[in-house]
């Protein structure tokens, strides 16, 4: 019968998963036509399924109206989903935070946004995975770094990106830049860093100090390989070899490497986006013999849908075992990506497991 056909070709198509599971995720990707009602659903609307005979999938809603359906009240397929409103107001936000020579209050955005300010700070947070302060920060910051190079001298520098006191500006940024304004316009380039490298069990280490602590440990095969990337990481400084100096270090951290569960007592020199360095924090809060996943990590942070940012700072990270990226795995308990390479992640999640 036609109806069979009708259905069992509904029945084949991946689409009508999502309908029956009223998966939300869906939503946005297509909509679903009822030939008995005349309406057009999205994936995720609350009403009852239909019978899979009556049904026909539309690539977008303008589909499902070309060809006569009109739109359900409940889920109103004819509007932009809630996320993707929502999404809208958020990124509209970022770009007049960024435009704006004063960091715009958190009434200010909430006006623009329609939103209480209250609903607003929640939302921003758990999109960007940063509060409208912090977000205003980071941006300023941002500004700062790049008028440093260019202003007269370092106070117009720190005016201009738009901070009312000169103290505020070099407390702010001295947290980004991981040096002061002063030392930053002085070129980074001036800013010594030392770096030795030696064999482990699971390579070649290197470790790098700046004045202030251990700015970077890479794990690698060669010790040339793990020369040019600190030298990707830290472009402006002046890059030593060390000469015996950072020997009693390098041997701390060869033997932290080899057993991360005793821990290592050096000062770190920690460089990052606010954002960046939250994850970092969250990351040492993981215990050695435990796991946690990106959107776990997120969650902590307050910002559940920053899941990719989570990644991307565990990407970034620079003191491979300190800050222990390789506790973080995929939410299914797959181990993911490693910046080190995967099997030295097995490696160390293998060794922290061991009693
Ligand atoms: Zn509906």
Not at 39 to 45: E, K, L, Q, S, T
Not at 149 to 162: D, S
Not at 226 to 231: R, S
Request: some cysteine; glycine content about 8%.
């Amino acid at each position: 019968m036609a109806n069979d056909i009708l259905s069992a070709a509904t029945l084949a198509d991946p689409r009508w998963a999502a309908v029956i599971g009223r998966d939300r995720e869906a939503d946005g990707q297509f909509v679903y036509a009822v030939r008995t009602t005349g309406i057009y659903c999205r994936p995720g609307c609350p009403s009852r399924p239909p019978k899979p005979e009556n049904v026909t999938f539309y690539a977008t809603p303008e589909a499902a109206a070309a060809a006569g359906f009109r739109p359900c009240q409940r889920c109103r397929p004819d509007t932009a989903s809630l996320a993707v409103r929502q999404q809208a107001i958020i990124s509209d936000l970022c770009r007049y935070i960024e435009q704006a020579e004063q960091p715009p209050t958190l009434a200010q955005l909430a006006t623009r946004a329609g939103l209480s300010p209250h609903h607003l700070h929640r939302l921003f947070k758990a999109s960007t995975g940063l509060t409208p302060h912090a977000y205003a920060s980071a941006i300023r910051a941002g500004r700062l770094r790049q008028n440093l190079a260019q202003a007269a001298n370092v106070t117009t520098a720190i005016f201009a990106a738009g901070y009312n006191s000169g103290s505020r500006g070099y407390a702010e940024s001295d947290a980004l830049l991981g040096m002061t304004p002063g030392a930053y316009r002085a070129g980074g380039a001036r800013q010594e860093i030392r770096f030795a490298s030696g064999a482990c069990t699971l390579g070649y280490v290197l470790v790098a100090r700046s004045e202030r602590g251990l700015c970077a440990i890479l794990l690698g095969d060669k010790p040339t390989a793990l020369a040019d990337d600190l030298e990707q990481r830290f472009p402006a400084a002046q890059l030593i070899a060390d000469d015996g100096e950072l020997a009693q270090q390098l041997a701390e951290v060869v033997r932290f490497v080899d057993a991360p569960k005793t821990g290592l007592d050096l000062p770190l020199d920690i460089r990052g986006t606010a954002f960046q360095q939250r994850v970092w924090q969250a990351l040492r809060a993981i215990p050695p013999g435990q796991t946690a996943s990106y959107s776990e990590i997120a969650e902590r942070l307050g910002a559940p849908k920053a899941v990719r940012a989570v990644a991307g700072a565990c990407a970034a990270n620079a003191l491979a075992v300190a800050i222990p990226c390789h506790r973080v795995v995929r939410s299914d308990g797959a181990l993911s990506g490693y910046r080190w390479g995967i099997e030295r992640k097995r490696a160390l999640l293998a060794r922290e497991a061991e009693e």
